[in-house]
């Protein structure tokens, strides 16, 4: 079976930098996914990690540490629009991914 | 055009009736999915569908049945359904399912159970 934790709601201001934290435990673990989903609208592919190590993708940053099980999304000067909860699913060969329980960012101005 | 389109976008209905979700894609993938949405609950996996065949089914009761007649639509038919499973049902595509290709995601359709 597959258990991925992500804290429930974060509160940052407009400008700042926040991390978004998820853990996992999961059999035959290739790679994880991120995904934003606005309120009301579909979840959209942000990053996905294979390596260990941290990828960069203009504002929006995501970390892999296959040994501890653990990954981290980071995302730099915050806009209103980056309100949105962000997902995170471990996935693994030969079988589909689950996903976590979502953290539901709230941009302040 | 938008990669992944369902209909219709909100349904209400009954616990006795009978209606379909319908989900096309228009990427050229070759895998399909029903995700089902509750609020504060994680995105569930229902369905998979490889190549118009089913390699996954998470033990989803039988109301529910799917249909993936080619690889660019799935249905998903709904009868005498529970006001439980009042959700948002997404359908989602990607090149192939083996779990290391990114989904995309049509915007859903809203089902509400009286």
């Known amino acids: 079976g597959q258990n991925i934790d992500q804290p429930t709601e974060m509160t940052a201001t407009e400008g700042a930098i926040v991390q978004i934290n998820c853990t996992y435990q999961?059999?035959?673990?290739?790679?994880l996914f991120w995904y934003q989903q606005h309120a009301g609208e579909a979840p959209t592919f942000l990053s996905y990690?294979?390596?260990?190590g941290l990828e960069e993708k203009g504002r929006f940053s995501s970390f892999l540490s296959r040994s501890k099980g653990y990954s981290y999304l980071l995302l730099k000067e915050l806009q209103m629009k980056d309100s949105a909860s962000y997902l995170c699913?471990?996935?693994?060969?030969?079988?589909?991914?689950?996903f976590g329980p979502g953290t539901r960012l709230s941009v302040l101005p | 055009e938008t990669g992944v389109t369902q209909t219709p976008r909100h349904l209400v209905m009954g616990m006795t009736n009978k209606k379909s979700l319908k989900c096309e894609q228009h990427?050229?993938?070759?895998?399909m999915y029903w995700y089902k949405q509750s609020a504060k609950k994680p995105l569930e996996l229902m369905f998979v569908?490889?190549?118009?065949?089913?390699?996954e089914n998470n033990s989803v009761p039988s109301r529910f049945s799917p249909e993936c007649p080619n690889s660019s639509h799935l249905f998903l038919h709904l009868h005498t359904l529970q006001p439980e499973d009042s959700a948002l049902y997404l359908c989602?595509?990607?090149?192939?399912?083996?779990?290391?290709?990114?989904?995309?995601f049509g915007d859903g359709t809203r089902l509400s159970i009286l």
């Open positions: 989602a595509s990607s090149q192939e399912w083996e779990g290391n290709q990114p989904q995309h």
């Open positions: 999961t059999s035959g673990f290739n790679g």
């Open positions: 990690n294979v390596l260990d």
């Open positions: 699913a471990p996935s693994g060969y030969g079988q589909n991914f689950v």
């Open positions: 990427l050229g993938h070759n895998a």
């Open positions: 569908y490889s190549l118009e065949e089913r390699v």
